[in-house]
């Protein structure tokens, strides 16, 4: 791809490794004040640390290594970006940078131990909310400079569907700009007037609920590109074309459709929401099961026609004909294997009544570290392996690989191990989210860490090993981005992996975004409009927030 589209993908890289690394470091911290190992200074506190944690791993991270994805694989299937995108690119990238620096500056100051869901009554100065207010505009910006880019093709190409990758990432934009509008609302309407004083109370319940809006699309916003490296990536490492155009498109489209409508299932435990509306979304959140379901099947598909084709007899014959030695191939069936586990326990988590054991347990911190911490952060860790390479025109020589796979090796063995423990530890009713690491030494709690896998040392253990396999990475991403030698040879450079998608079976209608767009804010409207009204009638009398003077 062109050399300035290049740069540009690299500084979102550059920028989503910095994060990485602080993000990192936060979490070995949390491990070891969990197990009472480690006694923090007076100005670090276990809140500011677990902010830091959640904010830079889960938002900052992910989001500029999905921008970096996309630049470089819109720049690879639509062609050079013109100087028009490139500049709102870069405006883009800026702003959101001002918004991480100055959200990131009141996180380690200590005055935003708030958590990245940032609930009030909990309250961060209002420059943390700002900073946030930033990061989401320069996303949006960046975004519109994609689609901007996209819809150049297609003016270009009427009437023809576009590439799968550039119709992925106009999807994922969609369901992103969407889900948006939830916290760009409760932060510019709720937050910031309250945080600064303007008003005195803000309306708890409506806060959270537009949190959530936009809070569980988030999780989409972070899967769908790990789906994408699955859906064109995976195929063309492994020499089959993608199993189904039509079907990878009807996945990412059920997305649009069924993410954002079930933001309940976060708030189940919640009393200032009614049952129906609760069960309503519990039902829409079910239908949101269907694409990864679907994603599930393809997969299969591809792996068993690979393994065919490469000699594989029998009922499962296949399993051992695919490329386990290629660590862009095996890094991605790692996470993938990840998210069986993981989607069934968000399956529980969702299955209403059951929420009831799970809510606030460890539990749910299991079970993002098997969706985020595994799956799609796995899945960029695969990435990463050929797409600085490719970006920077750098070798991947047969050590960095072995690296790789050492890499992706203990960070499975320390997420089994710090997973596990973490769903045991919920089930037996372990609170998540607390500084009190032994629970004050309650009897239960003492007899929850007498486990083979919920001792102190396995999590410790777990924890390290993590920590080391995220240094490892940090090693490859700097030898890859700046002191491997460059390629010379032809075969010395390293391809992006880009699969053939054949759409003459796919109907037009799939690229008709009106259809999808209008279907998902009608969904919006009926699992939303009702009870959204009665939170604002239910406020407290007094209470001056977003819409309740
Ligand atoms: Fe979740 C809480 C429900 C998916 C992330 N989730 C969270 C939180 C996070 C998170 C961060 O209903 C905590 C929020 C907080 O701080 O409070 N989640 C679900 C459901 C799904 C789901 C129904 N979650 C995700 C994904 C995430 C993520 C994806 C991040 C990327 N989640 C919940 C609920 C809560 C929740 C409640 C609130 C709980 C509470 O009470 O607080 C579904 O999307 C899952 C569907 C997925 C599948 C899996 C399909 C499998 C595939 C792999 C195929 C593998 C192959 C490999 C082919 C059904 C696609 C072959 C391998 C071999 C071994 C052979």
């Not at 569980?216 to 195929?235: D, E, N, S, T």
């Not at 519990?282 to 068993?304: G, R, Y």
């Not at 992996?497 to 003459?504: G, N, R, V």
Request: proline fraction near 5%; aromatic fraction near 16%.
């Amino acid at each position: 791809i062109a050399a300035a589209d290049r740069k540009l993908a690299l500084w979102n890289i550059g920028v989503a490794y910095v994060a990485f690394l602080i993000g990192t470091l936060a979490g070995l911290l949390q491990v070891f004040i969990r197990n009472d190992k480690l006694v923090l200074p007076a100005w670090l506190d276990y809140y500011q640390i677990l902010t830091a944690h959640g904010v830079l791993l889960a938002l900052i991270f992910t989001t500029f290594f999905i921008f970096a994805f996309f630049i470089t694989g819109m720049s690879k299937s639509l062609g050079a970006f013109g100087p028009k995108v490139l500049l709102w690119n870069w405006i883009g990238f800026v702003v959101m940078l001002a918004g991480t620096v100055l959200a990131t500056v009141m996180i380690v100051s200590g005055k935003a131990s708030v958590l990245y869901t940032f609930y009030a009554p909990l309250m961060a100065s209002g420059w943390y909310y700002v900073g946030l207010a930033l990061f989401v505009v320069g996303s949006w910006i960046m975004s519109f400079a994609l689609v901007g880019h996209y819809m150049k093709w297609r003016k270009a190409n009427p009437g023809e569907l576009s590439p799968l990758f550039a119709f992925m990432t106009v999807s994922t934009i969609i369901l992103w700009i969407i889900a948006c509008l939830g916290v760009v609302a409760t932060v510019l309407f709720q937050y910031i007037p309250w945080a600064f004083g303007w008003v005195d109370t803000i309306n708890v319940e409506l806060s959270r609920s537009l949190f959530w809006y936009f809070g569980h699309p988030l999780v989409y916003f972070w899967l769908l590109p790990a789906y994408m490296a699955w859906y064109v990536v995976v195929p063309k490492i492994i020499g089959v074309p993608v199993f189904s155009d039509a079907l990878a498109r009807l996945a990412f489209i059920l997305f649009i459709l069924f993410s954002i409508p079930v933001g309940f299932h976060h708030q189940l435990m919640e009393p200032g929401i009614s049952n129906f509306w609760k069960f309503f979304q519990v039902v829409l959140t079910f239908m949101v099961i269907i694409p990864s379901l679907m994603t599930a099947f393809s997969m299969f598909a591809n792996f068993e026609r690979a393994g065919r084709k490469n000699g594989g007899k029998g009922l499962f014959g296949w399993f051992t004909k695919l490329p386990w030695k290629d660590v862009r191939f095996t890094s991605l069936f790692i996470a993938m294997a990840f998210f069986i586990p993981g989607g069934a326990g968000g399956i529980i988590n969702a299955s209403f009544q059951l929420n009831e054991i799970v809510h606030n347990t460890l539990w749910i911190v299991g079970h993002f570290h098997i969706t985020v911490g595994t799956p799609v952060a796995m899945t960029f860790m695969g990435l990463t392996f050929w797409i600085i390479p490719y970006l920077t025109g750098r070798k991947f020589s047969k050590t960095m690989q072995k690296l790789a796979f050492i890499q992706i090796g203990t960070w499975t063995v320390g997420m089994i191990l710090m997973s596990t423990a973490q769903h045991i530890l919920g089930l037996l009713g372990a609170p998540r989210r607390t500084a009190f690491s032994n629970y004050n030494n309650h009897p239960s709690a003492l007899e929850w860490f007498d486990g083979i896998l919920t001792n102190h040392v396995t999590m410790a253990v777990g924890g390290s090993i993590l920590f080391l396999s995220a240094m490892l990475l940090l090693y490859i991403v700097i030898m890859s981005a700046f002191i491997s030698p460059k390629a010379v040879e032809a075969h010395e450079f390293v391809e992006f992996p880009l699969a053939e998608s054949d759409k003459q079976a796919t109907p037009k209608i799939f690229e008709d975004w009106k259809v999808w767009i209008g279907i998902a804010f009608a969904l919006i409207l009926v699992a939303y409009a009702v009870p959204i009204i009665q939170m604002i009638q239910d406020a407290p009398p007094g209470s001056k927030g977003f819409i309740t003077w």
